[in-house]
């Protein structure tokens, strides 16, 4: 399991705090849902915390955004890779960037150190088990996250962490343009890519209902077993 | 000299120090951090000592500097616009590659008047280029769009963090669709679209290498 | 502060001066040399925060297990009309009821179906349910296997064994019954010496008990009986030792699939 949890991360509440700046304090069940623990799979993608300049708090905000875009994205295509549901090109896809995307999770989670925030728990209601929702899920996050990344380079405080966030976008348009060309839709439509805030995040993450909570799987009760 | 000496003290100290000094010496990062010792100009000194050369620190971001990538950007956007329009007026190339090189052709010419836009009348101008055979033949077509997509994404990103923030979005928003253009076209070639989980950051004399590499002389 | 002639620092001091002057001088100079007019040096770029790397998934198989979110229909087919078993959303001991994933999934009836393993009898039932009636997937890389003839229990994590121990079963009577299960729930906490300080719940039915009031649910639990184990001696229950069922529930969690043999 995880050795990260809530608590050992979120003394001061910190990361409720951030939370609420993130979402605008309207919706903080998104990132707060999954944070009972969990995480189990992505427990090997530990690593301890670098030796690194201390981060701004404005830089964390972001990075931890990111990283729980990343922590989906992740999971989704881990869950579509194991299963083996969809189609050969789409599997293909799935494992190739689902490796991408597991090592951005690890690197992120690398540069916050202790302020990483642990994953949350996932439902994806069968869009890793079917090829065609899986494509288009694929391509709206593909996109988006490409579309956050431009709006957040501009406001990171650090360029390293620009640099850093810039040779992330550009990856991720690769695999927008890959699944697209996967869905037979046009891979690049215009000539500039449009930026979008993390509100749209936010709304197509709940759209999708994935984050949910943890099924409670141990009891207090006397056992009523035959014994 | 007094000058190279300021301005390791002020502006983004850490970035001097990162970009330069911890190539020469076996600090840990964390130990660079610390602007103490950095504004005290003792860690320039010893850096010069221990027989290094320490990197110009002349990357703070400013117009200035803006002007110079944005006409270094311009070049590598020539090159590939000049590519897809010779591939188009040759007219060889049939199926998704021929719709490929008509869609990728127009963004190019977008972002080369968008670059022009910026720098205004002193824009340098377009150079001609002669591409051979690569305009042509679809193999060798598909290999150099790859290789020329590739060498535009690694170029911007290697200049945006350079880049005052305004002009930080214009260039993420051109290397989006590079990016994209590298991943329909790689798909289209057989290739993978995404073998590395991050993109190169190409220096100006990488770029410059890169593009002498292919062989298209002005 | 000007450099004073005077002193052996002063003077190094100066040389130093000349020294890093020449320097900047020489740097200038072994700027790189092919640079067009046109093209005045750019600075490198800052280097990045960080550098990933591809993570591979690699490993064995995992075996997927979902929580019940509604109580379904297990069915023959997707959409069918063969019932093969029901399944309740929470399990007798008020826990949510899981069953494991079989990695299949279709679409029928304008909807999409997978197939499961669920509780059953007499070992789990496999078919169908709609995708909508289970909740998120969660990865397991255990198995325990239940040797009835020695009296052993041995969990294994990703092929590997990683824990073994003596083991109280049912007896002939009573049976503990033998085929595929999986571990619905951990109970602890509860005050029962009978059942130890921690109980997992299973999928399996004790055959011999049909009218049990919890539904005759064969658990893996501790005991206040020790010098029983090993032994044939449960009503369908496999009992450990208390230090074993501790040890046991530190590397075994809910999912795991249980052989019996």
Redesign the interface.
Known sequence: MSGLTLESVDRSGAIAEAFDELTGGTRADFFRKGLIGGGAMLAALETPALAQPRNTKKDVAILRFDLNLEYLQAAMYSEAERLGQVRERTLEWSRVVGANERGHVKAIRGLLGRDAVPSPSFNFRGVTEDDRTFTETAVAFEDLTAALLKTQAVQVDSRRVLAALASLHSVEARHAAWIRHIANIVPAAEAFDQPTSKTKVVRLVESTNFVTSLPRTRGRRKPGFTG | ?SE?FTRSRSG?A??AV??GL?RLLTL???QL?TRAAVGAGAVT?VG??AGG????A??E?SRE?DR??L??LL?VEYVQAAFYDAVERGGALQGEPREYAA??G??ER??VE?LRSELGPDA?ERPEFDFGDATSDPDRFVETAVALEELA?AA???????LT??R??TA?????????????V???AGR??????????A???ET?AALQATGFKE | MRPTWRSGFGAALVIGGLLIAAAVAVVVIAAPSDSSPADPALPSPPRPAFTPENVPLGGPPVVYWAPVLAATTVRDRPAGHGAMAEVEARTPEGTANLVLISRQAKRAAGRLWVRVRAAGQPDDVSGWVPRSSLGGYTPVRTRLMVDRGRLTVTLLRDGRPVFRADAGMGTPGTPTPTGRFYVRNKLHRYSSPFYGPVAFGTSARSAAASDWPAGGFVGIHGTNHPELIPGRVSAGCIRLKNRAILRLARLMDVGTPVTVR
């Open positions: 000299m190279w983004d850490r970035d990162d970009g911890d840990t990062r964390g951090v000194a010069v000592v050369l320490p990197r110009l002349a990357s971001p500097q110079s990538i006409e270094w070049r869609r990728v127009r963004h977008a972002h968008a340098p994404v911007l990103n290697g200049q945006i963090p350079n923030r305004p930080v979005m993420m928003r051109i290397v989006s669709v590079e990016a994209r253009h590298v991943g329909w790689r798909d289209l993978n679209p995404a073998p590395q989980p991050a993109d190169r950051a220096t100006q004399d410059r």
